[in-house]
């Protein structure tokens, strides 16, 4: 329940304005109903329109994209780019190609990004775009066909300065590497336009690793600080098989977890024993194929065709597959387990009855936009890499990734003891995120 007209005009507002768009207005009620105090504090947001303004992206593209499979059928997806706010820099986020994207989605994703991106402490604005394009299944020349094509239209909106997209679901290096080449043919210009590049033209070192390793890193953060404890002698349940799972996996693990799932559209695996992650990584980056391959390959391990991984029992459960995969129902069940925290590698996976449980029974919960914020952090870090023509080491990106991270929970925290709030991670980090980017657009006037 709102309790400011301003935030809940704004709010109804957006809701008659896009009754359609449903993960975005989810996404748009959080933040609103989190930033209540900061508004009520400072009327100088209502006098420039801010949350009006906030929530409507700066410019939405939406493109055809028409390609030729391997047998000569011509195909039409759609192709989108929402570049959100560029008040703190240029527009910045990922690219996603899956059969579920649509305006609703990549608006949610977007406005997300605006904040996560201010969490950073670095130039970046928000964006996000991708397409309706399934790549399950499809032929490395169908996947470069499609990625030229899409890039077709793309190049012409996005420079190193402009918009700087990356990766997300179904779009990794591969897909990336397509992507940029194509540009780089378009606009006879070699330049950082995109981060998660292969690192033989101007990639970053630990960008791969960047989302998962930078969620790890904010878990044991806050685990220390809010109970001086840590990954050891963990039992961690992770949702997903892909780029965020498999790093947060590995980082959980290194940092003295024991994972004992993981996941895909099509079920989930339980090894009791621990992931083998090298089997993890064979199947599903260097084999792409599907999770249940596993089981297969490791005695003990089980396939649970069509299931979830929230009713195993955990200390800490990180979701990394998609939005909404956590409900009110998976969540009763973590908790009934016993878990400590919940951490968010994806974007928005609790849905919001989920995080109200967590709230009322204690559980500590780190959203999205403040626990996954590693890779995006580490795309600015490339970024800064391609503007000096210099690579730096593993070592000297992990180092700065994981004081980012560091720095995102402390700046939460302190937020949210500022407004009075306690310990509370999520309105900590939407307050911190709103201020930079409000403040931002007040002191460039009225746009
Ligand atoms: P990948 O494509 O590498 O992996 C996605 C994983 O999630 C796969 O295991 C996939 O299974 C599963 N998945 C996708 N959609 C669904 C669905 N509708 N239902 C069930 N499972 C699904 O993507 P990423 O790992 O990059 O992204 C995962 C999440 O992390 C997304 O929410 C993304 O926005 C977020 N994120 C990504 C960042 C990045 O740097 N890549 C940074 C910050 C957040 P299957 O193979 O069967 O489709
Ligand atoms: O959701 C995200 O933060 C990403 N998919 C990464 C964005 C980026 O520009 O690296």
Redesign the pocket.
């Known amino acids: 329940m709102f309790t400011t007209k301003y935030a809940e005009r704004v709010f109804s507002e957006t809701e008659a304005r896009t009754p359609w768009e449903p993960e975005f207005l989810q996404a748009v009620r959080e933040v609103l109903l989190s930033i209540e105090p900061v508004v009520e504090a400072n009327p100088v947001y209502e006098q420039y329109a801010i949350l009006e303004r906030i929530v409507e992206p700066d410019r939405q593209l939406k493109f055809r994209v028409a390609w030729t499979d391997d047998a000569g059928m011509v195909h039409v997806n759609r192709g989108y780019r929402f570049e959100f706010n560029s008040a703190i820099g240029p527009y910045k986020g ?1 690219l ?1 190609f ?1 059969s ?1 994207v649509n305006a609703s989605i990549l608006k949610f ?1 977007g406005f997300e990004q605006v904040f996560k991106n201010a969490l950073t402490g670095l130039w970046m604005g928000g964006g996000k775009g991708g397409s309706d394009f399934d790549p ?1 299944g499809k032929s490395e020349g169908e996947v470069m066909r499609f990625c030229q094509a899409f890039m077709s239209e793309l190049f012409r909106h996005i420079g190193p300065d402009t918009d700087v997209p ?5 779009v ?1 290096g591969r897909e990336v590497g397509y992507l940029f080449g194509q540009y780089r043919r378009l606009a006879n210009d070699f330049t950082g336009v995109f981060t998660g590049k292969g690192l033989d033209f101007g990639g970053s070192l630990a960008r791969t690793e ?2 998962g390793y930078g969620l790890g890193y904010y878990t044991q953060e806050v685990l220390r600080l809010l109970k001086n404890d840590s990954f050891e002698g963990k039992t961690v349940v992770v949702s ?6 498999i790093f947060a996996a590995e980082k959980a693990a290194q940092l003295g977890g024991k994972v004992v799932t993981m ?4 079920g989930s695996v339980y090894d009791p024993a621990g992931i083998d992650l090298d089997l993890v990584k064979d199947i ?1 980056l260097r084999r792409r194929a599907r999770i249940s391959e596993y089981a297969d390959a490791r005695p003990g391990a089980t396939y649970r065709a069509g299931e979830r991984v929230w009713d195993v029992p955990c200390d800490i459960a990180l979701p ?4 909404n ?1 956590l409900d009110e129902d998976a969540a009763m069940r973590l908790i009934a387990s016993g878990v400590t925290m919940v951490a968010e ?3 928005m ?1 609790s849905t919001p009855a989920a995080i109200e449980a967590f709230r009322a029974h204690g559980v500590i919960f780190g959203p ?1 936009k403040a626990s ?1 914020a590693g ?2 952090a580490v795309s600015g870090l490339e970024m800064a890499q391609d503007s000096q023509r210099l690579a730096w080491t593993f070592d000297q990106v992990d180092a700065k990734l994981k004081s980012i991270m560091v720095g995102i929970v402390n700046n939460s925290l302190a937020t949210a003891e500022r407004y009075g709030l306690g310990q509370d991670l999520v309105t900590g980090a939407n307050i911190a995120g709103f201020e930079r980017v409000a403040g931002a657009m007040i002191d460039q006037g009225v746009l």
């Open positions: 990922g996603r899956h579920s994703l399950h990356a990766g997300d679901i179904g990794g960047a989302t997903g098989s892909g780029n965020v799972a996941s895909d559209s099509g599903k990394c597959a998609t939005q995969e590698g994806a974007n996976p999205g996954n890779g995006v």
